[in-house]
């Protein structure tokens, strides 16, 4: 998996450039020795299947259908969550559209509930604000009256 694999030392010469630059900042280093570290196991996770395809042309059909079978379910399942009907007959990118459209749907009717729920709140406290003034009007008028 070599396109993995330099991905990780992209990150891990990135890393070092950090600490080269500066000695003392160490997060922004530990990220990206963390990234580096991610993409090298992918490599090799990723090279553990890749061989394992490569192993027998009578198991290699089945095993490639398999694992792209494989690659299908967890998008089948976030779509399930996001009730969308996903179809992969042309490939991956028109379900993973779909996902993401409905994504940005979902984050914007948030943000519309959001600002939904601030105008309430925004009523409430006008309302309670409203009510503390007549009972304190209401207040003074019993008040007023007990003299009388």
Same mark, same amino acid.
């Given at each position: 998996?070599?396109?993995?694999?330099?991905?990780?030392? *992209?990150?891990?010469?990135? &890393? #070092?450039?950090?600490?080269?630059?500066?000695?003392?900042?160490? $997060?922004?280093?530990?990220?990206?020795?963390?990234?580096?570290?991610?993409?090298?196991?992918?490599?090799?996770?990723?090279?553990?299947?890749?061989?394992?395809?490569?192993?027998? #042309?009578?198991? *290699? =059909?089945? %095993?490639?259908?398999?694992?792209?079978?494989?690659? %299908?379910?967890?998008?089948? *399942?976030?779509?399930?969550?996001? $009730?969308? %009907?996903?179809?992969?007959?042309?490939?991956? &990118?028109?379900?993973?559209?779909?996902?993401?459209?409905?994504?940005?749907?979902?984050?914007?009717?948030?943000?519309?509930?959001?600002?939904?729920?601030?105008?309430?709140?925004?009523?409430?406290?006008?309302?309670?604000?409203?009510?503390? *003034?007549? =009972?304190?009007?209401?207040?003074?008028?019993?008040?007023?009256? =007990?003299?009388?």
């Amino acid at each position: 998996a070599p396109h993995s694999l330099d991905a990780g030392k *992209k990150f891990l010469a990135q &890393a #070092d450039a950090e600490l080269t630059r500066s000695r003392y900042e160490n $997060n922004e280093p530990r990220r990206l020795a963390a990234q580096a570290t991610y993409e090298a196991r992918h490599a090799m996770y990723l090279a553990t299947r890749i061989e394992r395809l490569q192993e027998s #042309d009578s198991r *290699k =059909q089945h %095993e490639l259908e398999q694992n792209m079978l494989a690659v %299908e379910e967890p998008i089948k *399942k976030l779509a399930a969550e996001l $009730n969308v %009907e996903v179809r992969f007959d042309q490939g991956y &990118a028109m379900p993973m559209q779909q996902l993401l459209d409905q994504i940005q749907k979902r984050k914007q009717e948030i943000g519309s509930l959001q600002q939904d729920l601030a105008d309430r709140g925004d009523q409430i406290a006008l309302l309670n604000s409203e009510i503390t *003034k007549l =009972q304190d009007k209401l207040g003074g008028e019993s008040a007023e009256r =007990q003299s009388l």
